[in-house]
C-alpha cells in the first residue's frame, strides 16, 4: 500500500511564505510526484511536477517564480516551498504520485494522492 500525507498547510498574510510537505510511505516507487490544488467552486489544477530520478521539475504559469518543488529521495519527503503568497493561491493543496506524466490532463497520469493540506492567504 502507498500513502501520501500532507503538512505544512496554514494561513497568512498576502506576501508570506510557507512550505508544504508531502510524506510517501509503501512499497511503491513512483517516477513522478506533483502538486495539485483546488479552490471552493473550482476545478482542480495542476500547481508543480518533479521526476524523482533527474529532480526535473515544472510548473504552471501562475506559480513560477514563486513556487519551487523538491524532494528527499532517500526519505521520500517532496516539498512545495511557496513565497510571496497572494489570495489567489489560497486552496487545500494536494500531493500526488504516478507512473505517467499526461499533460493535456495532468491528474490522469496519478496513482495516489493524499488528502489534502489546506492553505488560505488573507489580503
Known amino acids: 500500500q502507498v500513502q501520501l500525507v500532507e503538512s505544512g498547510g496554514g494561513s497568512v498574510q498576502g506576501g508570506g511564505s510557507l512550505r508544504l510537505s508531502c510524506a510517501s510511505s509503501?512499497?511503491?516507487?513512483?517516477?513522478?510526484y506533483g502538486w495539485f490544488r483546488q479552490a471552493p467552486g473550482k476545478e482542480r489544477e495542476w500547481v508543480a511536477l518533479?521526476?524523482?530520478?533527474?529532480?526535473?521539475?515544472y510548473y504552471t504559469a501562475s506559480v513560477k517564480g514563486r513556487f519551487t518543488i523538491s524532494q528527499e529521495k532517500a526519505n521520500k519527503i517532496v516539498y512545495l516551498q511557496m513565497i510571496n503568497l497572494k489570495p489567489e493561491d489560497s486552496a487545500m493543496y494536494y500531493c500526488?504520485?504516478?507512473?505517467?506524466?499526461?499533460?493535456?490532463?495532468?491528474?490522469?497520469?496519478?496513482?495516489?494522492w493524499g488528502k489534502g493540506t489546506l492553505v488560505t492567504v488573507s489580503s
Open positions: 509503501g512499497d511503491s516507487d513512483s517516477p513522478y
Open positions: 518533479i521526476y524523482v530520478d533527474t529532480d526535473n521539475t
Open positions: 500526488a504520485a504516478g507512473s505517467q506524466w499526461t499533460p493535456w490532463e495532468p491528474s490522469s497520469g496519478m496513482d495516489y
